[in-house]
């Protein structure tokens, strides 16, 4: 964005805390996942699939749980007190998985799955490399993660500002051309 745009000023902070816009200073974040209500104006950039992982480790130590009732025997990796969604058919089902070991890195989650502490929820972006390589394995699949977005949100006014509309542009167009990294390939 930089090189296409020479004139355009960009300071950019890379982080998993939820950014409070207004109150902190932003022209806009990029948020991944189900957004929740707020007086923010969000453009949808493109789609978020993810997954249930684990290593093979601790499929072999623990077992694989097959149902959704059986993720409470099993350490979840979160970043907070989320509920995970899953479906069943076509209705979401919704589990409060309990685990000893919480990041508010994505990257550092998978990185922890990989590592046999425990089964992670992973957008595919994520776990993309880690499941080509066999360090971590989809589970229960028979359940899959409903899917989610990612959204360049920005605080209410008429018109965005030129570098927000250029950035939403540019994610736009990202998505279009690495489908393999969002989960679009199967």
Known sequence: MARQHPQLHI???YSDRFVDL????????????YLQDSNLIAKRVGPIYGKL???????????SP???????????????????????GDK?????????????????LAA?????????????????????????VPIMTRY??????AYVVRPPGQHPTRKVRVLTEMLIEYFKRNPELWGLDG
Not at 114 to 122: D, E, K, N, T, V
């Open 53 to 63: 992982v684990a290593s093979p480790d601790y499929i072999k130590a623990h077992g």
């Open 112 to 136: 922890a799955a990989a590592a046999s502490l425990g089964i992670a929820w992973l957008a595919d972006c994520i776990t993309h490399e880690y499941v080509a390589s066999g360090a971590l």
């Open 66 to 88: 097959e149902t959704v009732e059986q993720l409470v025997n099993h350490q979840a990796l979160m970043q907070g007190t989320e509920a995970w969604q899953f479906m069943d």
């Open 92 to 108: 979401i089902v919704t589990v409060q998985p309990q685990g000893r070991f919480k990041a508010d890195s994505a990257t550092a």
């Open 11 to 13: 300071h950019t902070s």
């Open 22 to 33: 207004i109150a902190e200073g932003f022209d806009c974040a990029i948020r991944v996942g």
């Open 144 to 149: 899959p993660v409903p899917p989610a977005a």
